[in-house]
């Protein structure tokens, strides 16, 4: 079965400090892409960061990096220094090679405290 | 930023009412999809073109009907809805439905209420 986990469900994280969202997956596929999106409470889905399954190195995007651990299938999102625009839904997605849909997960909502 | 947008952006209408959702994307794509997203539940795919054919469309109720005119603009036709179809109806674009690699960009979302 093709699944995101997002366990999660909310976080509260003092401003300034580095937040660590968990992500882990499941797919057969051996090649995927693996995304995250950030919702704030305006709705819009806003895309963050990308790993494909045969990068090398983790992604990095400004202050998010994407921590790649294929042997766990895990993909964790970490925000530096955070800051209280950060506060938001954060949804993880996959996208296996077998089908064209991303496969999302239930979300995590962050609450960045000044 | 301003490459997907979507009109309008709050709703609200009767279940006997008829109304449509815009999306219109300056990307340059050949992909949209139609997203619904109710409070609790995770994004649900409800259609996507691609090059304005319709590949997928995952056991959508017939009172919603999609059409994609050209590859720059999409619509989502409601009538005759009920209660249980408010939600956010997010729509997005991607390049190509074929990489692994394609992000989906998202537009704001259409808030609907139905009463």
């Known amino acids: 079965a093709q699944k995101i986990t997002q366990t999660q469900p909310g976080m509260f994280v003092q401003e300034k400090e580095a937040v660590t969202l968990d992500c882990t997956y499941d797919?057969?596929?051996?090649?995927?892409?693996l995304f995250w999106y950030k919702q704030p409470s305006s709705g819009e889905m806003i895309f963050l960061i990308y790993q494909g399954s045969y990068d090398e190195q983790n992604a990095t995007e400004g202050r998010y990096s994407l921590n790649f651990q294929k042997a766990r299938k895990s993909a964790n999102l970490v925000i530096s220094a955070s800051q209280l625009g950060d506060s938001a839904m954060y949804f993880c997605a996959m996208r296996p090679d077998s089908n064209y849909q991303l496969i999302w997960g239930a979300g995590t909502k962050l609450i960045i405290k000044p | 930023e301003t490459g997907v947008t979507q009109t309008p952006r709050h709703l609200v209408m009767g279940m006997t009412n008829k109304k449509s959702l815009k999306c219109e994307q300056h990307l340059g794509h050949n992909a949209m999809y139609w997203y619904k997203q109710s409070a609790k539940k995770p994004l649900e795919l409800m259609f996507v073109y691609s090059l304005e054919e319709r590949v997928e469309n995952n056991s959508v109720p017939s009172r919603f009907s999609p059409e994609c005119p050209n590859s720059s603009h999409l619509f989502l036709h409601l009538h005759t809805l009920q209660p249980e179809d408010s939600a956010l109806y997010l729509c997005a674009s991607s390049q190509d439905l074929i990489a692994v690699k394609e992000t989906q960009y998202f537009g704001p979302g259409t808030r609907l209420l139905v009463l």
């Open positions: 797919t057969s596929d051996q090649s995927y892409g």
